[in-house]
């Protein structure tokens, strides 16, 4: 073997943790590029079994590979970040070495060559490795994938049964190993050229690290952390590069786990507020069609419109209940029939100023429930039954987006006209109120902009039967069949009917989400796993270099507590400064990528604290963790032995 | 005679401006072939220096170095390696062995960097000549320090250079260690008719020189025959 390969060799024989490390890193991200190409494969063999071959299908697998490589893209950036570190911090711990080779005669390519050649063994391990690893993952997404595809077809969401066939293919092997091995190589480039470019003298005289700058620290530290704690901050400052590379690593970590907590709040969010009624599982709903006429000069002549008594909608409960016995409720309303004009003194100032139920007459909507929870809201606004409750609430959206719900109206014991279209005048009194926290959800999901008024009974242009029935599609089917004995004109309740399995929706909804969330996390807990085998090789690469600063240290008498005091404070220091960088810059992704979904969905921005709590604790576990780690091992080794073989 | 080395007007100065140190100021002389010349002067003084501008190992400020010929400055980096590893052997106080590679790699090391077919039977007599050819093996720490000292002489000596370049060699080692390195040094001076230069602090290594350099604030001082 060449003297430059043997050399190699032997460093990434004798330094094996860092060499764990940086397979590692190498095989996680030959590993996703692997899943990446696999996925892509399947996804566009599926698409071919389910569509066949048509003349779309170059512009559908051109696609796929876009995607694939916005992917792809990711990955190598940050293997890129963390392969050149670790070559970098190798390169640098073999400057002495290289110093020996060139007094002796060695070219500035055969030193270079010597780092490439470590690149070139690290990845005959690695990427293997990461390709195996890989297809482990292909498989394992699919069949997550399959399972909740399965599910879809299963519960009706999907018509076709699309399925992600298994694919693998030669190129797509050839592919992932080939950019596997330039993102090494290419990782390695550079500091085997800075290797090949240090003078020959300086690297003879190095003693591990080529210039030291005298560093400063304040007296404040000294104070603060006593002795201990200025040589901390002085190795910091001392050795920049090795704790940037860490606290560049430990960066991207806290950022990409910020914005996937923010991508699985923003999806929740979503989720919840597609199904603002929390419990229900299943509704069906009658709504009457409505034909406005016109007479001769376009004014409105007249509504045409059927509607649904309280004694019908009663009846039609009764009969959903004989499902099982499940509870059902009711709810109905009429906002065709009245306007009403609100005295001025009504309005609250928020009214005024959103002026959205300001000027001249607004709808009125007289609401009726079903008998029970109509006693019970009774009860809630302290009036007897049979009285007409002021339901108190609006919710408004602003022109950006805003959505906000609030009071209305200053409620006072009053009669009110009540305009009707087609029909005559009337006066209703109203004797109660209920603000927006009494009312139930179900009553608001026909949030509109009105004055709302619920009253005892009244004939209802809409109405909607709630359950929380367990079997929700076993009701649904039911409720379709009472439905439709009871609603059509030839049943004397002209209408349409429409009948709603929302627990199962949500169910597909969640399915999605709980898929997207799986590759979501699976893809960004890979990359951070890279860019954490860059900071535990890091650290523990940095402190071997340091064992003869601690031998010397222990020599003049420096406890093992002292130095253990000592390390604890850099892991504090670099964790600090990694949060310091991390959490601004992971809020700022995590509000662009809000922003982003607010394009989709009405969804308040909210700081993922949970997300933000992870890092802290996880990042300063992780310093601390490896820290120890690597002091533990190198105070095992013998002080004189050291002293000696630092000399050699 | 003819001149090995020949150097002219060295003049060394490190850093710039105020803080600048001039290390050689404008030191000239030559080295016949097969000369044994040690280089004294206080610490300090440019030794050091001299050497690694003669090594070729860093660059001078102004001024010319030539060894057999070769203005080594002229050469560029990597005519000046394949230079170095052909002509000049370089032994320094710490012994600037490979940790990682055994005794007979080490001493092999100029070779094997040349591609060159290690010469098993070259590699023998070196080893006998340095009093190690039972711990070819070992790794260098598995040696005393007048073992690793003898390894690099041994690894000097792989290409039969022109010149040795020696940076108190004896520094590190006590009174017998340093006469046995010194009288290897010296018998491959007188066998195999090679240049030796080396640099001390040792009198009893100046006395058995041909020729001893004093030098003091990088100059030379005196320029003596030894008296011997
Ligand atoms: N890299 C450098 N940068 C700045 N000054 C240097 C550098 N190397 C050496 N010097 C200075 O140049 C001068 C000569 O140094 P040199 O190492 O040649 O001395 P020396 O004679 O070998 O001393 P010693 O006997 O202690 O080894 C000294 O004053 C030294 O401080
Ligand atoms: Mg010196």
């Keep these: 073997m060449k003297l430059t390969a043997k050399l190699a060799l032997s460093q990434i024989k004798t330094q094996k943790g860092h060499t764990i490390m940086t397979v590692l890193g190498i095989a996680l991200s030959s590993a996703m590029l692997t899943a990446t190409a696999g996925l892509v494969l399947s996804t566009q063999r599926a698409f071919e079994i389910v569509l066949g071959r048509d003349s779309y299908t170059p512009a559908r697998t051109a696609a796929l590979i876009a995607v694939g490589c916005v992917f792809a893209t990711m990955i190598i950036a940050a293997s890129v970040i963390v392969v050149s570190n670790a070559f970098r911090m190798s390169a640098s711990e073999r400057t002495r070495q290289f110093g020996i080779l060139k007094s002796v005669g060695a070219t500035k390519k055969q030193i270079a060559e010597s780092v490439i050649y470590e690149g070139v063994f690290l990845s005959v391990i690695g990427i293997p490795l990461g390709v195996i690893a890989g297809l482990l993952v292909e498989l394992f997404g699919i069949s997550v994938a399959n399972n909740s595809l399965g599910y879809m077809y299963e519960s009706n969401a999907f018509a076709i049964d699309i399925r992600l066939p298994f694919a693998v293919s030669p190129l797509m092997f050839l592919l992932a190993v080939a950019v596997s091995f330039v993102t090494v190589i290419l990782s390695a480039w550079r500091p085997a050229r800075k290797a090949a470019n240090i003078a020959a003298i300086d690297a003879v005289r190095a003693k591990g690290e080529v210039k030291i700058k005298n560093a400063r620290t304040s007296k404040l530290t000294a104070k603060l952390f006593g002795f201990e704690g200025a040589l901390a901050a002085k190795s910091v400052k001392r050795s920049r590069r090795g704790f940037r590379a860490t606290v560049v690593s430990l960066t991207i970590s806290i950022v990409l786990v910020m914005v996937a907590g923010a991508f699985s709040a923003a999806m929740n969010a979503t989720i919840r507020l597609a199904f603002p009624v929390s419990g229900i599982t299943a509704f069906a709903q009658f709504s009457s069609p409505i034909e406005y006429t016109y007479g001769d000069d376009s004014e409105l002549e007249n509504i045409n419109y059927s509607t649904i008594d309280a004694h019908t909608a009663e009846k039609i409960i009764a009969k959903l209940r004989e499902y099982n016995g499940v509870r059902v409720s009711g709810v109905g309303m009429n906002n065709i029939t009245y306007t009403v004009t609100p005295p001025e003194e009504m309005m609250t100032d928020k009214t005024r100023q959103t002026g959205i139920l300001a000027h001249g007459p607004t709808r009125a909507i007289l609401m009726m429930v079903d008998g029970g929870a109509y006693a019970g809201l009774c009860e809630k606004a302290g009036v007897p039954v049979g009285s007409n409750i002021l339901l108190n609430t609006l919710r408004f959206t602003s022109d950006r987006g805003k959505t906000s719900v609030f009071t209305p109206y200053n409620f006072a014991k009053q009669t009110l006209t009540l305009t009707g279209n087609g029909a005559p005048d009337t006066e209703i009194t109203l004797d109660g109120v209920l603000s927006s926290d009494e009312i139930p959800a179900e009553m608001l999901s026909f949030g509109q902009a009105a004055l709302m008024i619920l009253v005892p009974r009244t004939d209802a242009n809409v109405y909607h039967w709630y359950t929380n029935a367990k079997d929700s599609t076993g009701f649904a089917e039911y409720a379709k069949s009472v439905m439709a004995e009871n609603i059509g004109s030839d049943k004397g309740l002209p209408g349409y009917y429409h009948v709603s399995d929302i627990a199962t929706f949500k169910l597909q909804q969640e399915t999605i989400a709980g898929t997207v969330m799986f590759f979501v996390y699976g893809f960004v807990g890979m990359l951070a796993l890279i860019a954490l085998t860059s900071v535990i090789s890091t650290i523990s690469t940095n402190l071997r270099a340091r064992r003869r600063e601690f031998a010397v240290l222990r020599s003049v008498g420096m406890t093992s507590d002292g130095i253990r005091k000592m390390l604890n404070l850099e892991s504090v220091i670099s964790s600090a400064r990694s949060l310091l960088y991390g959490l601004p810059i992971g809020l700022l992704c995590a509000y662009g990528l809000y922003s982003g979904m607010r394009l989709a969905a009405e969804i308040p921005f909210r700081v993922p604290w949970l997300a933000v709590a992870g890092c802290v604790v996880g990042i300063f576990s992780i310093t601390w963790v490896t820290m120890r780690f690597a002091a533990s091992r190198t105070r095992k080794s013998n002080l004189i032995e050291t002293i000696r073989r630092e000399g050699v | ?228």
Excluded: C, W
């Excluded at chain 2, 290390?23 to 030794?47: C, P, Q, T, W």
């Design chain 2, 1 to 228: 005679m003819m001149s090995i080395l020949q150097v002219k007007d060295l003049t060394k100065i490190y850093g710039e401006g105020p803080t600048s140190v001039v290390a050689l100021n404008g030191v000239s002389f030559r080295v016949d072939k097969g000369e044994f010349l040690a280089i004294v002067g206080a610490s300090g003084s440019g030794k050091s220096t001299l050497m690694h501008l003669i090594g070729g190992v860093d660059r001078a400020t102004a001024g010319s170095v030539t060894i057999d010929g070769h203005d080594i400055f002229k050469l560029n980096e990597s005519e000046m390696a394949i230079f170095r590893r052909r002509n000049i052997g370089i032994i320094y106080q710490f012994y600037n062995l490979i940790p990682t590679l055994t005794a007979e790699e080490n001493i092999m090391l100029p070779r094997l960097i040349d591609n060159r077919k290690p010469d098993a039977d070259k590699l023998r007599s070196i080893l006998e000549t340095i009093g190690l050819s039972d711990r070819a093996k070992h790794l260098p720490s598995e040696l005393s320090g007048g073992q690793q000292q003898r390894v690099s002489i041994g690894r000097a000596l792989i290409n039969d250079p022109a010149i040795i370049l020696a940076d108190e060699p004896t520094g590190n080692l006590d009174s017998r260690s340093s006469r046995e390195v010194i009288d290897l040094l010296k018998l491959s001076n007188k066998k195999y008719h090679q240049t030796l230069i080396v640099i001390t602090h040792d009198e009893n290594i100046a006395i058995q020189a041909d020729r001893i350099l004093i030098i003091s604030d990088g100059n030379i001082l005196r320029d003596e025959e030894a008296s011997q």
